[in-house]
């Protein structure tokens, strides 16, 4: 939705801009638009590696598609979070332990599938409440 609203206006302000000012025949030059495009993918291609480039091409439809995450699985999260924070504040940092040694025997987490299904999600909430519970916070790691 964001992208779609970026070109809308990028396309208003340029146009809104020569239509102020000049003629609007300077801002369809097909030549100048290939130069550029043709530019631009030279100067990709040139500055970059093989790997780079395949990653970048498999990446393009990700990036048009969107994002995954929506306001539900950031509801979900801090749910989960402020239930785990919560338990700790009742009943003590080592009351969580269980639940972040076995994440998939745990009750709290049982609760949110949405988390529990994204294994990266998981193993960042674990790690860093692991190392709450065994107390080797470091503010630089």
Same mark, same amino acid.
């Given at each position: 939705?964001?992208?779609?609203i970026g070109y809308v206006v990028v396309l208003l302000a340029s146009v809104g801009t020569y239509a $102020? %000012?000049?003629?609007?025949?300077?801002?369809?030059?097909?030549?100048?638009?290939?130069?550029?495009?043709?530019?631009?993918?030279?100067?990709?291609?040139? $500055?970059?590696? $093989?790997?780079?480039? /395949?990653?970048?091409?498999?990446?393009?439809?990700?990036?048009?598609?969107?994002?995954?995450?929506? /306001?539900?699985?950031?509801? @979900?999260?801090?749910?989960?979070?402020? @239930?785990?924070?919560?338990?700790?504040? /009742?009943?003590?940092?080592?009351?969580?332990?269980? *639940?972040?040694?076995?994440? *998939?025997?745990?009750p709290i987490f049982s609760k949110y599938p949405v988390i529990t299904? *994204? %294994?990266?999600?998981? @193993?960042?909430?674990? *790690?860093?409440?692991?190392?709450?519970?065994?107390?080797?916070?470091?503010?630089? @790691?």
């Open positions: 939705m964001f992208l779609l $102020g %000012h000049g003629s609007l025949a300077a801002l369809f030059v097909p030549m100048e638009y290939l130069a550029i495009i043709g530019l631009t993918i030279g100067g990709f291609v040139a $500055g970059n590696g $093989g790997k780079a480039i /395949k990653a970048t091409v498999a990446a393009l439809p990700s990036v048009l598609k969107g994002s995954t995450l929506n /306001k539900a699985l950031y509801m @979900e999260l801090l749910a989960m979070l402020y @239930e785990i924070l919560g338990k700790v504040r /009742k009943e003590g940092l080592m009351s969580i332990e269980n *639940d972040i040694e076995n994440p *998939d025997s745990s299904a *994204d %294994h990266h999600a998981m @193993e960042f909430i674990t *790690d860093y409440l692991r190392m709450m519970v065994g107390g080797n916070l470091n503010a630089f @790691e």
